[in-house]
């Protein structure tokens, strides 16, 4: 068993930043693949950014590609999203997630490839 805490939402003006970070229990979190999702409201679960658990690996989705960083520390069992130029259809709740797949298996299988999720932290951005 995986528990993901999130934390680091919140308010920001367009134009600001924010860092999530992600705090993981359990000895696999060093082998495993993370990655954050975002939903908006009455949207899906999009997959945002991956990373491999080497850190040499990532993805990001198009729309967040040069303003967003995914990163982790594996000595802390943790993994962030620092979040830059931060735009108004940023707004959603981001989710941390946990994969048993390699980042090319989840960026294919999208939220069906997840293993665990944390609890969700809120990120609005006002114009």
């Known amino acids: 068993q995986v528990q993901l805490v999130e934390s680091g939402g919140g308010l920001v003006q367009a134009g600001g930043s924010l860092r999530l970070s992600c705090a993981a229990s359990?000895?696999?979190?060093?082998?495993?693949?993370m990655g954050w999702f975002r939903q908006a409201p009455g949207k899906e679960r999009d997959l945002v950014a991956t990373i491999s658990w080497s850190g040499g690996s990532t993805y990001y989705q198009n729309s967040v590609k040069g303003r967003f960083t995914i990163s982790r520390d594996n000595a802390k069992n943790t993994v962030y999203l620092q979040m830059d130029s931060l735009k108004p259809e940023d707004t959603a709740v981001y989710y941390c997630?946990?994969?048993?797949?390699?980042?090319?298996?989840?960026?294919?299988?999208?939220?069906?490839?997840?293993?665990?999720w944390g609890q969700g932290t809120q990120v609005t951005v006002s114009s």
């Open positions: 997630a946990y994969s048993k797949l390699t980042t090319a298996q989840l960026i294919i299988r999208q939220r069906m490839g997840v293993d665990y």
């Open positions: 359990g000895r696999t979190f060093s082998t495993s693949t």
